[in-house]
C-alpha cells in the first residue's frame, strides 16, 4: 500500500545542515512542517510548527511524534544513544518513515565504518533497520559523503583558501565524492516525496566527485595562480598518532580532523561512486565553473572567532563499547576549551 507522507517532524532543524532540510522540506510546498527543539526559537518559516522538547526522555518525545507521519533526525552528539532514543520514540509514536542522521560516507563500505567516527553511525543504522524488519518503521539514509561547501570554507581538504595554502594530503589524488549542504536538503525533502522510491534504502547522491589536486587545480583557477604555498603531509602518520591519543582518552578536534582526512584521502576507506540517485532525488551534477564559484564564495567565507565559533563536523558519532560515553563527554569538553558553541554534524 502507497503510503502519502504529509506531516514531517525535523529534530536539528538549527544545524548547519538540518537548516537546509528545514528549508527545503518547507520549500517543497507539500508537507506540515514541525519543529522538535530544545528551547523556544524565532525566526522559523511560516506555517511551522514548533514543538519544545526534552531530547533526554523517550516519552516526551513519543508525544511530541504523534500524529507525524516522518521524522528528519538532523541532530548530531558525539553518543548514538540520541539517535536510538528517537527512533524508539518514532516507533512508540506510529511514525512510518525515519531519516536517520546518517549524511556521511557509504554506510556499507566496512573499512570506513570501522573507524571511530563512524562506529556510532554503524550501530544507528544497524538499530533502524532490525527495526524496519519487524515492520515497525520504514527509513531513508542519505549518503552524501563529504561536504562541498563546508569542507572548503573550513579548510578540510587541505585547501586553505583564504591563506592560499595547500597541505598536501597523500598521496592526493584519491576520489572524494563531495556535496553541498542545500543539495542534501533538496534531496531529504524528495525522498519524502518518493516515498516508496526510497524505502528502507541508502540513496546516494553528490554534487561533484574530486581529488584533492583537482580541488587545489580549480582553487588555484577561481582565485588566481600567484602567492600559493604548499606543505606535505603524512596522513598516515597523522591518523595513527590520532588514534593513539583517543585510546588514550585524548578526543579533540584535531584528532578527529586526522581521522577523517585519512579516511578521505585513503584508497579504499572511500570510493568514487559509480551510481548515484541524483537523478530520483532532483540533485544537480556541478560544472568545474559551477565548483569554482563555490569556491569564490567560500573564499569569501568570513569564520567566526573563537567564542563564537559554530562548527560542524560531520557527522560524528562514537562508539567504542563502554568508552562510548567516555569519548563523547572527551571530545564535548574539547569543543568547549576551544570556544565552540555547537558540535553538530549537519
Known amino acids: 500500500m502507497t503510503h502519502e507522507i504529509k506531516n514531517v517532524a525535523i529534530a536539528g532543524a538549527s544545524g548547519s545542515l538540518g537548516s537546509h532540510i528545514l528549508q527545503a522540506v518547507v520549500k517543497a ?45 538532523a541532530t548530531s552528539v558525539p553518543d548514538p544513544s540520541l539517535a536510538i532514543r528517537l527512533m524508539d520514540a518514532a516507533v512508540s509514536a506510529g511514525v512510518y518513515r525515519i531519516v536517520p542522521s546518517e549524511f556521511s560516507s557509504d554506510p556499507t563500505n566496512c573499512k570506513g565504518r570501522s573507524l571511530p567516527p563512524f562506529q556510532g553511525k554503524a550501530k544507528a543504522l544497524e538499530y533502524v533497520q532490525k527495526l524496519a524488519d519487524t515492520g515497525k518503521i520504514t527509513w531513508t539514509v542519505i549518503s552524501n559523503h563529504a561536504f562541498l561547501d563546508w569542507g572548503l570554507r573550513m579548510s578540510f581538504f587541505g585547501v586553505d583558501l583564504q591563506n592560499k595554502n595547500i597541505k598536501y594530503l597523500k598521496p592526493g589524488t584519491t576520489v572524494i565524492p563531495m556535496t553541498t549542504l542545500k543539495s542534501v536538503g533538496t534531496a531529504v525533502a524528495n525522498a519524502l516525496i518518493k516515498a516508496e522510491n526510497t524505502k528502507n534504502r541508502i540513496c546516494y547522491i553528490c554534487s561533484t566527485q574530486k581529488t584533492q589536486k583537482d580541488l587545489t587545480e580549480l582553487s588555484k583557477q577561481a582565485l588566481g595562480e600567484e602567492d600559493w604555498k604548499s606543505e606535505d603531509v603524512n596522513t598516515e602518520d597523522a591518523f595513527n598518532k590520532a588514534m593513539a591519543k583517543l585510546q588514550a582518552g585524548q578526543a579533540d578536534m584535531q584528532v578527529i580532523g586526522d581521522i577523517i582526512r585519512f579516511s ?57 563499547g563502554d568508552s562510548g560515553s567516555y569519548l563523547a563527554h572527551r571530545l564535548t569538553k574539547a569543543a568547549l576549551t576551544h570556544g565552540l558553541y555547537s558540535i553538530l554534524s549537519s
Do not use: M
Open 29 to 73: 510546498g507539500r508537507f506540515n512542517v514541525t519543529i522538535l527543539t530544545r528551547k523556544v526559537i524565532d525566526n522559523v518559516p511560516s506555517g511551522t510548527a514548533v514543538k519544545v522538547v526534552d531530547y533526554e526522555s523517550a516519552s516526551d518525545l513519543a508525544s511530541a511524534l504523534k500524529g507525524q507521519d516522518a521524522l528528519v533526525d
Open 264 to 320: 578521505i584521502s585513503t584508497p579504499g576507506y572511500i570510493n568514487r561512486l559509480e551510481k548515484t540517485d541524483n537523478d530520483l532525488l532532483g540533485v544537480k551534477t556541478l560544472s568545474d565553473e559551477e565548483v569554482k564559484k563555490i569556491i569564490r564564495r567560500s573564499y569569501e567565507f568570513k569564520r567566526p572567532h573563537a567564542g563564537a565559533c559554530y562548527l560542524t563536523i560531520g557527522p560524528l558519532y562514537f562508539w567504542s
